[in-house]
């Protein structure tokens, strides 16, 4: 087989995950062939890179299912594990990866990268930190060779773990913690975690070899609050208590964030674990690689807490003849909360992108231009920009333009429209409009409010005000919609 990664198809298993899916871009860019196996193809929806793969729907629990998605691979990424806590998610994480070591023989496939667990195998490791080395040890019975990466807590806007920290520490000055807040980790950034696995793909020597990852700074759970605290200038203290469990700890987490009990559960029973590099492996392997340390992994995840860089959340709600999309919907994502309005409105793309590009200025907000005025008023009294700088020109719109207290980020006509809030907030705010065509003389206009929280005051914030800011927004869509049509109707009527 010729040398060129054109000719070289990679499969990754695990795509629609954090690591799988942000795996997939990284191969793409250095030339490879990707094919993706997920169980369900509509989970890739949205992605960006979703025409560039190949899509195999496949569930390695059923193992004969398996050989139309490894025929012709070269390298296999297995990303695939349990999080959410259960009797036998140890059982079955083993027996998939014994099916698709199986399967991967019988194909040819000539090497398996795998992304486990940290910790000294000797000592006593929760369940699900045994469970993730148990799994290398699944996939190397099938005889193919197998580069066996184990790591600790990812940083990564996205990154279970670092969410857990990350929503925590926003959410409290005050946090009561278990002792596991002393015990010590080595986590590894999300990035540097990108360059190993892309990296082994072109080192044989990683064949057969269980590598230790980790970022450059040995530090306790207690530590990363406190640095992750420092990045995003917050004050924080933490009281130790002996008395909160593992099951205790994993159901406060599962009220102060939005991450469930049975998938923060497994999480904090191996937070007891010390999770440190113990040899120079990957070093002389991937001499290349200089991991960052904790504070600068944060600070690159923080940078993600960008509108922009919340991928799949603007084009993941596409259009249907049935009408089934949600009308209103709101999430947290990555540190994000996201409210989402759509409808589907009887005109072109071009009238609803021309009826929002004119909002701001004379014409105002469409809806309950008062409170917009009131937000104004208050946001000069504590020193903000206010209303007062208007709009360059009445409809026209570019990339840089003031438009009263927000700035436009981002212009793709005639299907997106985002601004960036400039007012006195306690964090970051933007508002998209977006369109999609669904028929000829029919799109779908999305209204979408990004608000990135900055401590506890930014959770109140957006809560307290909420019921306000729906009744806003609920009335802007529609306005833009009415006006969209309105125009629409004109046009044609003068035309004629």
Known sequence: MSDTP????????????????RLVPRLLQMGYRVRVLVRDAKRLQGRPWGDQVEVVECDVLQSETEICALDGVW??????????????????????????????????????????????????LSKHLSSRQETGA???????????????????????SFEM????????PVMICPQWVYTRTQPIGITNVMDYLSQALENPASAGKIIEIGGADIVTYGEMMHGY??????????????????????????????????????????????????DNLAHELFPTIHPIGYLGAVQLALDNLEAREIETTWSDSLSSSQGDIPTVSMTTTEGMIIERRQMLVKTTQENLFASFARLGGETGWLYMNWAWRIRGLMD?????????RGRRHPSEVRIGDTIDFWRVEAIEIPSILRLRAE?????????????????????LLIQTAFFAPKGL????????????????????????????????LTSETFHS
Not at 138 to 160: C, M, Q
Not at 241 to 263: C, D, E, N, Q
Not at 423 to 443: C, I
Not at 461 to 471: F, K, N
Request: aromatic residues 10%.
């Open 423 to 443: 007012m006195k907030v306690p964090g970051r705010a933007w508002l998209q409009f977006e369109t999609l065509r669904d028929t000829d003389d029919r799109s």
């Open 457 to 488: 005051f930014g959770f109140l914030y957006w809560y307290v005000l909420y019921p306000i800011h729906s009744l806003i927004f609920s009335g802007m869509i529609n306005a833009i919609a009415d006006q969209a049509v309105s125009n629409s």
């Open 6 to 21: 054109t000719e070289r198809l990679v499969l990754v298993t695990g795509a629609t995950g954090y690591v799988g899916g």
């Open 75 to 124: 390298v296999a990424y297995y990303l695939i594990h349990s999080m959410m806590r259960s009797d036998d998610f140890r059982a079955r994480d083993i027996q998939a990866a014994q099916n698709f070591g199986k399967i991967a023989s019988q194909a040819g496939i000539k090497r398996i990268i795998y992304l486990g667990g940290l910790g000294d195998p000797d000592a006593q």
């Open 138 to 160: 699944a996939l190397k019975e099938s005889g193919v060779p197998v580069t066996e990466f184990r790591a600790g807590v990812i940083v990564g806007s996205g990154s279970v």
């Open 380 to 388: 000069r009294i504590v020193g903000g920009v206010g209303l007062r």
């Open 165 to 172: 920290i990350r929503y925590l520490t926003e959410r409290l």
């Open 229 to 278: 605290a420092q990045v995003r200038g917050l004050k924080r203290y933490l009281i130790p208590v002996p008395v909160l469990t593992p099951r205790l700890s994993s159901y406060w987490v599962h009220w102060i964030t939005p991450i469930p009990a049975k998938i923060s559960g497994p999480l904090i029973e191996g937070l007891r674990n010390e999770v440190i590099v113990r």
